[in-house]
């Protein structure tokens, strides 16, 4: 079992910058794949961007290559989502996922456990 919990969302004006986080606890961190998705509403729930158990590797969206950043710090149990130039667009409720098994994916199935979630919004 794996716990996750994201925090660092909020309100912010389109081309501002939020950074978000997400805790583990549970499992070995560092055996987890780890990916950010996101859900607007009325919108399927789509994929932003992961990263490998090492943090070697990194994927990402094409609608936010360039301006988002996926880290991860494997002694704290932590990834995070560097948001720079935000756009209304971006407004979503974005969640935290742990892949256990197979390589760094897109498809929010492959993903074993799910953070809550926290709101994003970004202002015109």
């Known amino acids: 079992q794996v716990q996750l919990v994201e925090s660092g969302g909020g309100l912010v004006q389109a081309g501002g910058s939020l950074r978000l986080s997400c805790a583990a606890s549970?499992?070995?961190?560092?055996?987890?794949?780890m990916g950010w998705f996101r859900q607007a509403p009325g919108k399927e729930r789509e994929f932003v961007a992961a990263?490998?158990?090492?943090?070697?590797?990194?994927y990402y969206a094409d609608s936010v290559k360039g301006r988002f950043t996926i880290s991860r710090e494997n002694a704290k149990n932590t990834v995070y989502l560097q948001m720079n130039s935000l756009k209304p667009e971006d407004t979503a409720v974005y969640y935290c996922?742990?892949?256990?098994?197979?390589?760094?994916?897109?498809?929010?199935?492959?993903?074993?456990?799910w953070g809550q979630g926290t709101q994003v919004t970004v202002s015109s």
């Open positions: 990263i490998s158990r090492r943090g070697g590797m990194t």
């Open positions: 549970g499992r070995a961190f560092s055996t987890f794949v």
């Open positions: 996922a742990a892949q256990g098994r197979g390589s760094s994916s897109r498809n929010w199935s492959a993903y074993d456990y």
